[in-house]
């Protein structure tokens, strides 16, 4: 399966803060900071403003939040899990949540129907082996392709034998972003599966819509 990236949103105040156990804040701080080194943006909420731009007639800014709720704003977040389970349990451990505030997780869905502006990237395309190391050289990959759909800003990432040439293995990942992509980049086939390549064409192609066809 695939990752899903999650908005998250923090809502606390000064004095659900100041309330709980310093240990118990470290540790959520300390959690924050985990979770930014395993590649998740979190930051603290600035002063927003307010934009409209109706029928296209014209832009207005407003200082000022626009939601409003019984505590501020206190943060946001961009984290990728596998699961709306596993982006509850990363949210859990923050400050936002465990300082008496509360945290929304918010799966951010491709919009269905006409094209959509997307930015994500699809690498396709294939490379040769003989066809009698084929299956080796697959069995040589599991862990590669393991890694990569745990990698964040991963959406899908298959290595198949093509059912037409015995000597075929095709390439397809998907994900997020080029730079989910280049932060990958990095892992792949050791020395020796490298070696059994005999030839390849493989392309990184950056989508600038997407449509539904289910």
Do not use: K
């Not at 923090?10 to 080194?37: F, N, W």
């Not at 000022?64 to 949210?91: K, N």
């Amino acid at each position: 399966m695939g990752m899903v990236r999650f908005l998250t949103i923090g809502y606390g105040d000064r004095d659900g803060y100041e309330r709980i156990d310093p240990r118990v804040r470290d540790a959520a701080h300390a959690h924050d900071d985990r979770l930014r080194a395993a590649g998740a943006i979190v930051g603290i909420a600035g002063a927003p403003v307010q934009v409209r731009n109706h029928d296209g007639a014209g832009v207005t800014a407003i200082e000022g939040p626009y939601l409003s709720a019984a505590l501020p704003v206190a943060g946001f977040g961009l984290i990728d899990a596998g699961s709306t389970q596993e982006a509850v349990a990363m949210a859990a451990g923050t400050p936002c949540a465990v300082a008496h505030g509360v945290v929304e997780v918010w799966p951010l869905e491709e919009a269905s129907g006409a094209g959509v502006a997307g930015g994500s990237v699809i690498v396709s395309g294939w490379l040769r082996v003989e066809a009698a190391d084929r299956q080796a050289y697959l069995d040589g990959c599991r862990s590669v392709i393991e890694a990569a759909r745990r990698a964040p800003g991963c959406l899908d990432f298959h290595l198949a034998a093509d059912p037409m040439e015995d000597d075929r293995i095709n390439v397809y990942e998907r994900w997020a972003d080029a730079a989910s992509v280049d932060a990958f980049r990095g892992a792949g086939p050791d020395v020796d599966q490298q070696a059994m390549v005999l030839d390849a064409q493989v392309e990184q192609h950056e989508i600038a819509a997407t449509a539904s066809l289910s």
